[in-house]
C-alpha cells in the first residue's frame, strides 16, 4: 500500500545544479501536484497535472519544469538549482471528478541549495 | 487578501483543554472543505472533511458557515498527541478543473 511515493527524501546541492525530484503513486489519481513548503509561506503550488499528457503551472513556477508521460509519475526538474529553491517539496495526488476528492501526499523532500 | 485565511498562532493549550480555530475564505464559489494535521514538517495529513451540516469524529467537530464563509475545527480534550499544525483546505472548480487552496496552518501545543 505504497500511496504516494517520493525520492529522493534528502538532498544538497551546489547553485547551479540540476536535479529531478521523483514522485509516483500506485492509486490511479488523475490529479498530481507539487508544491513547496517554506516556513511562514504554508504550501504553494509548484506545477500541477490533471492527467497524463497534461501540466500547468501554479502559483511559483519559476525554475521548475514537470512533464507527465504516465499517469503513475510526475517528476520535478530542478534546471539550474539556485539557495532561493532550498526548501521542503511535496508530491500529491487527488482523483479527478468533483471537487470534494482530498488530496494524498508524500512524506516529502528535504532540499537544501548551497 | 488571501483566499483562504488561519491565524497561524501558536496555540498553547493545557492538556484537557477544548480548543477551537477558524479558518475564512474568500471565494464563495468555494465546494469542499477539509482539515489536515502537518506534524513537524512531515507530510500533510487528512484529518477530515467538512460538510456543511458539521460532522465529528471522536473528539474533533469541523463545522461549516457559508453565509460567513468559515469553517471550524473544535477539538474537546486536548491530548500532549494533538500537538501538530493543522491546515485548512478550500477546494473549487475553476476552469473545469479542481483549485485546491491550502491556508498557512494553526500550530498547536497542548502543555502538559
Known amino acids: 500500500n505504497a500511496g504516494v511515493t517520493q525520492t529522493p527524501k534528502f538532498q544538497v546541492l551546489k547553485t547551479g545544479q540540476s536535479m529531478t525530484l521523483q514522485c509516483a503513486q500506485d492509486m490511479n489519481h488523475e490529479y498530481m501536484s507539487w508544491y513547496r513548503q517554506d516556513p511562514g509561506m504554508g504550501l504553494r503550488l509548484i506545477h500541477y497535472s490533471v492527467g497524463a499528457g497534461i501540466t500547468d503551472q501554479g502559483e511559483v513556477p519559476n525554475g521548475y519544469n514537470v512533464s507527465r508521460s504516465t499517469t503513475e509519475d510526475f517528476p520535478l526538474r530542478l534546471l539550474s538549482a539556485a539557495p532561493s529553491q532550498t526548501s521542503v517539496y511535496f508530491c500529491?495526488?487527488?482523483?479527478?471528478?468533483?471537487?470534494?476528492?482530498?488530496?494524498?501526499f508524500g512524506d516529502g523532500t528535504r532540499l537544501s541549495i548551497l | 487578501r488571501k483566499e483562504v485565511e488561519q491565524d497561524p498562532g501558536p496555540f498553547n493549550v493545557p492538556e484537557g483543554a477544548t480548543v477551537a480555530f477558524n479558518c475564512t475564505y474568500s471565494n464563495s464559489a468555494s465546494q469542499s472543505f477539509f482539515w489536515y494535521r502537518q506534524d513537524c514538517r512531515k507530510e500533510p495529513k487528512l484529518l477530515m472533511s467538512?460538510?456543511?451540516s458539521g460532522n465529528e469524529d471522536g473528539r474533533f467537530t469541523a463545522q461549516l458557515n457559508r453565509a460567513s464563509q468559515y469553517i471550524s475545527l473544535l477539538i474537546r480534550d486536548s491530548k500532549l498527541s494533538d500537538s501538530a499544525t493543522y491546515l485548512c483546505v478550500v477546494n473549487r472548480y475553476s476552469g473545469g478543473y479542481q483549485k485546491v487552496t491550502f491556508g498557512i496552518g494553526t500550530k498547536l501545543q497542548v502543555i502538559p
Open positions: 467538512v460538510y456543511s
Open positions: 500529491a495526488s487527488s482523483q479527478r471528478g468533483s471537487s470534494n476528492q482530498p488530496q494524498h
